[in-house]
Every structure is written in structure tokens, then in C-alpha cells.
């Protein structure tokens, strides 16, 4: 009974020390301590919550980006010509979106808040290229003149790739153009989007063993004419070899085209750029401008 009196003691004992500890602690914080812990709580709820519907509307934001690149029409495509360069620049709707998808990832970024993002590589790829690329307008090619070989040295930044766009940019370079070639030594990735262009029927081709000429459909009889000379005297001037061009062996032409120059008359002009071309010794192409597009 005795053990049991103590012990009843000692607990009443504790308990009146935990008051006075408490008390203590209680006056020791400010007065609105209590307040305040609750308003930041709710502050970071509120934040998480912002950021999560960020990476709602971010994915989002990439998805119909993704969509608009897929659909995309090379007519929609823009060229800035600056001298033989040509800067492409994508349309306005495309480029607003891609700088708000930027913004919100790049403060969702800084909060450390990207698990949400989905694709959260291919998103942020998109948010850098913007920055380096899209924005200040350095996606860029260039043409040696006047003979309209093309080169894209650095081609397309790797958030772009995947959506043929590199086909639609070439497509919109002939229109403005109206005729190019491709370089003899141009890479696969070039050599495929050649192949590619060769298949739309707005497109007429001479076909060589190690280039390829195309031109453009709205072209007049004369000007297809005095280009397909100048590509074939160039054949003749600058080849070492002296075999005279085969139809449909060493040259092939589509058949719109040769349809409109006449077979015969292709052939005569063959056999006579032949004898002559190294006579002439002019600049292929020099006569015709290079710009004979849209």
C-alpha cells in the first residue's frame, strides 16, 4: 500500500514538472508562433499545389507542341535570306508556345519540381533548344551560289528531329529557289531527304549518279530548259571523265520534265554540251540567278 502511495506521488509529481516545462517552452516562442507555423504550412501546400498544376499544364504545353510539329506544312515554314544563308523560323503559334513551355519549366527548375513532367528529357531538351536555337533564330543553311548546292551543316537541334521537318525545310528552300542541287558528297541524312523529295509529284528531277538537280513544278518550259542545260554543261566542264551521259543510265529525267523539254530535244542537247562545254569555259548557272522561286 505504502509502494503504492509513492508511486501515485511520484506520477502527480512529474506531471506538475511537464506543466511547468511546457509553460516554459510556450513563453519562450513569440506570440504568434502558432499562427505563423500554420501559415507556413499552408503557404507550402499552396505552392506544392501550384507547381503540380505547372507540370500539368507544361506537359500539356508539350504535348500539343509535339502535335503542331507533326502536322506542320512546309508552307508554313518561313526563310530569312541573308546573303547565301537562310535562317528557318517556325510559325509564330509554335515558337509561343515552346517559350511558355520553356518559362514554366525552367521556374518549375528552380523549385526543384520536374519529377511531374512527362517527357521530362524531351521536355527539357525543348525548354535548351528554344534558348539556344529557336529563340535567337540560329537553326541556319546556306547555298553556294549561283549554282544552288545546298548545305545544313549543323542541321536541326535534337528536340526537332523526328518530325521530317528537315524534308519540309528543304521543300520550302526549292519553292524560294526554284531549282537546287545536292552536293556530291552529301551525307545519308541529306542523301534520304533528297530521296524523299524526289517522290512528291510538285517536283521535277534530273537524276545523276552522285546528284541529284530538282526543280520546281510552276517553272516555264524556258527556264526548266536553259537549267537543265547549265546543270548538264557543268557535267561536261567539270568531270574528268569524257563519256558522253547515257538517258536512263548516267542521267535519268522524271517524266513531267522530259515531257516538257522532249526527249529529242534532251538528247540533241546532250550530244552537243558534249563537244562544246569545254570550250566555252563559262561559270555554270552564272546567266540564270540563283533565285528563280516563289
Known sequence: MRDLIK??????TEIKEMGINLRKLQASQPKNYLVKSLKDKEEGQWLR????EMSEECNELYSQIDESLKNISWEEIELHEQGKFFYIVLPSEIRKKMLELTETYEELAENNYTNGLVPLNKIKQMAEDYREFIEPIWIWMYI???RNRTHFPKGLPKSLLGYNLGVKIYRKL???LGFMQSEENASKDVQEVYRKLLQMPSINAVVYKDSVLLL???LSKDEVIDIVTDSIYERYLTKASSRKLVLNRSIIVSSKLL????ETRLLNMMYELFYTAKKEKRVP???L???MGQ
Open 216 to 218: 520546281e513544278d510552276g
Open 49 to 52: 499545389a501550384a507547381l503540380k
Open 144 to 146: 553556294d551560289q549561283p
Open 174 to 176: 526549292l519553292n524560294f
Open 259 to 262: 515531257k516538257m523539254i522532249g
Open 289 to 291: 540567278g540563283y533565285k
Open 7 to 12: 508511486k501515485i506521488i511520484r506520477e502527480e
Open 285 to 287: 548557272f552564272e546567266d
